[in-house]
């Protein structure tokens, strides 16, 4: 500092910055688990892109659902493949072990989601913890 204190900042080094890009590429990856088990109308791997303990909960024309996912796999697979589907992630927002990210997705089976994320990275692997959705029109 120019009047010659001392400050407690943290200075960020290449190796920093190198590491919080690979991090959010690796959340763009877990991310696409479940973009990808969408196209395909694949609930097997819908459920490989979240833990165990993940819930799923959203409203489609006013009917809330409530699920974890198993039951959430077992929906994508029902629904089928959507092969038009398209995305984009809004925002990812990472603190340590912990993300969020906002994804919002066209096509799904004709309608438009608004998907908020909770990701958690646990023995280098990022997953979903949790999902909350919006249907659009359709709600």
């Excluded at 096509?107 to 280098?124: A, E, I, N, P």
């Amino acid at each position: 500092m120019p009047d010659g204190t001392q400050t407690d900042l943290t200075q960020i080094t290449a190796a920093d910055e190198a590491h919080s890009f690979a991090e959010y590429a690796a959340i763009k990856a877990a991310i696409k688990i479940y973009l990808d088990a969408a196209k395909l109308g694949d609930g097997a791997l819908s459920r490989s892109a979240f833990y165990d303990h993940a819930y799923v909960v959203g409203s489609i024309a006013g009917e809330t659902f409530e699920m974890d996912a198993d039951t959430f796999g077992g929906a994508v697979t029902e629904g089928g493949a959507s092969e038009n589907i398209q995305h984009h992630i809004a925002w990812i927002n990472i603190s340590g072990p912990a993300a969020a990210a906002r994804v919002e997705i066209l096509d799904w089976s004709g309608m438009r989601y608004t998907d908020f994320f909770v990701l958690y990275k646990k023995d280098g692997t990022w997953k979903i913890s949790s999902k909350v959705f919006d249907s659009h029109a359709k709600n």
